[in-house]
């Protein structure tokens, strides 16, 4: 029986991959493998970038997502944001008003979206700034009531998160730190968000 085609897009860094996870499943394939719907099909569209800052993003966004629409009865977006933002001498007003513009620019198109806020830097002294950076993606999203998953508060002082980090030669996770986002994303709104049910 047929069913209706909701597909994914999933722009980010090289976060949004299963680079560092011996299991090859990175934070996007444990949530999908607990995400379950008899009444539609899901398909999901990772694209990552590494280093990606927002003002790259927003370049590409509505290229990448417009030449995917053909065949699907639905789109939506997934935009996981990168912590390079401040590193790349990008303002945090800037970084606002760049995931601002997506945001509504994606609900005119009537495209539903879910963002995912950036991680911890393995290079402590770049987390203050990555902090009050996801504090104003967070009040960006929160304000056009998009859902929204912290990642920096709930892992900048985790012992698994900062022991992995540590020992990254590239700045990204491996099994543990993967599986740590997934949980954040999974009790976030996942499921809510995209209408399935949690296998």
Excluded: Y
């Excluded at 990606?52 to 590409?60: D, H, M, N, S, W």
């Excluded at 990168?82 to 994606?106: C, K, M, Q, V, Y």
């Amino acid at each position: 029986m047929a069913t209706k085609i909701v597909r994914v897009i999933v722009l980010g860094d090289l976060l949004i991959s299963p680079s560092g996870d011996p299991r090859g499943l990175g934070w996007l394939g444990r949530v999908l493998s607990r995400s379950f719907s008899d009444e539609q099909t899901v398909e999901v569209m990772a694209l990552p970038v590494p280093s990606e800052t927002t003002a790259q993003l927003g370049e590409r966004w509505w290229p990448e997502v417009e030449r995917r629409l053909a065949g699907a009865d639905e789109v939506r977006l997934v935009i996981a944001l990168g912590n390079t933002d401040p590193a790349a001498g990008i303002s945090i007003s800037r970084s606002r008003l760049n995931l601002a513009t997506i945001l509504d620019e994606a609900r005119k198109r009537q495209i539903e979206t879910f963002v995912i806020g950036p991680v911890p830097s393995r290079i402590e002294d770049q987390n203050p700034e990555i902090e009050h950076l996801a504090w104003g993606f967070e009040d960006v999203a929160t304000r056009r009531q998009i859902p929204f998953v912290d990642c920096f508060k709930p892992l900048v002082e985790h012992e698994g998160w900062r022991n992995e980090m540590a020992e990254s030669s590239n700045g990204i996770p491996g099994q543990v730190g993967h599986g740590l986002i997934a949980w954040l994303v999974l009790n976030r709104g996942w499921n809510e968000w995209l209408g399935v049910a949690e296998g």
